[in-house]
């Protein structure tokens, strides 16, 4: 599942710079994260980093993104060969 940013976030600014997919930007009121690049930080972490730095514990599983494991590693996957411009022909 990709992760969500409730409305208990206090825009403290550490969950942005930490994630390695650049999922987390700042809202209007909160931060969000942006479903299609969450990889709950597969594929460079063990556990998502956001969650990790986060002090009021407001960063859930989204249930309306249920992705497992093999999804998020295949996003993942997209997401790297997109940033490095590699092309597989």
Request: hydrophobic share 35%; with cysteine.
């Given at each position: 599942?990709?992760l969500?940013?409730t ?6 600014d ?9 999922a ?12 299609d ?10 556990t ?13 599983k989204?249930?309306?993104y ?24």
């Amino acid at each position: 599942m990709a992760l969500k940013i409730t409305a208990e976030c206090i825009n403290c600014d550490v969950c942005e710079p930490v994630c390695p997919n650049q999922a987390i930007f700042e809202g209007e009121l909160i931060y969000q994260i942006l479903s299609d690049r969450c990889t709950e930080c597969v594929g460079h972490f063990d556990t998502p980093q956001c969650v990790e730095v986060c002090p009021v514990d407001c960063i859930p599983k989204d249930p309306d993104y249920p992705e497992d494991r093999g999804a998020l590693m295949n996003k993942y996957l997209s997401l790297t060969s997109a940033a490095s411009g590699s092309d597989v022909t």
